[in-house]
């Protein structure tokens, strides 16, 4: 089975601050992403990978960046915090298809 | 701008019911469908893929259908059961890139 594991189920964190998501798979998955899920709008793609070091913008960058440094691991990277990026973040690997899902890290910004 | 629609949002239904997820798209070239389970607080369970090429997949009690020209697909679930409350959310890969776009989702719920 695949396994999507996300470092942390629930994060607080304030205002400002740098934040870190990690994203590790262990199926050797040349894709990468990334999506923020909300109340009304579904999920949205923030960015993707489909190689190391290699990154895509997805419909929601702002605010957002991304680093693939090894094949495993996607971080996702909030560069200053903002009460508006409260939000449910879900990781997903794939070959192709299908994607897979980590459980999501809940991250609320005070 | 390629959107992807569920309707309803929400569905209650008596447990052994036979109930039908709609799912709408707006670009019929679509390279390929995947449904999805969520349950709360958690991340998405993959439940069926359909290639542009295929009319339906089926896995025990699920049945998802694709038919492009009408841009729908529908995630038909047989003998319903209070353990299939979860929300249902399809995403749609579009041939344009490789990108899936999701809906919102239908949330359901199985009373026993």
């Known amino acids: 089975d695949v396994k999507v594991t996300q470092s942390s189920r629930y994060l607080v964190k304030r205002t400002g601050e740098k934040v870190f998501l990690e994203c590790v798979q262990d199926m050797d998955h040349e894709n990468m992403f990334w999506y923020r899920q909300d109340p009304g709008l579904g999920l949205r793609l923030i960015y993707f990978s489909y190689d190391v070091k290699m990154k895509e913008k997805g419909d929601i960058p702002e605010g957002y960046s991304v680093s693939r440094e090894k094949k495993e691991r996607f971080s996702l990277i909030l560069e200053s915090a903002s009460t508006n990026q409260t939000s449910m973040y879900l990781c997903?690997?794939?070959?192709?298809?299908?994607?897979?899902f980590g459980d999501g890290t809940r991250l609320s910004i005070l | 701008k390629q959107e992807v629609t569920q309707i309803p949002a929400a569905l209650s239904v008596p447990e052994g019911e036979n109930l039908v997820l709609n799912c709408s798209f707006t670009d019929s070239a679509i390279y390929n469908l995947q449904w999805f389970r969520q349950d709360p607080g958690k991340g998405l369970t993959s439940l069926l893929l359909i290639q542009s090429s295929q009319r339906e997949q089926t896995s025990g009690r699920l049945n998802a259908s694709l038919d492009k020209s009408s841009g729908r697909s529908t995630l038909y679930i047989a003998a319903s059961q209070p353990g299939d409350s979860a929300t249902y959310l399809c995403a749609v890969n579009f041939s344009s890139g490789n990108q899936f776009y999701f809906g919102t989702g239908t949330s359901l719920t199985v009373i026993p």
């Open positions: 997903a690997s794939s070959l192709e298809v299908p994607q897979h």
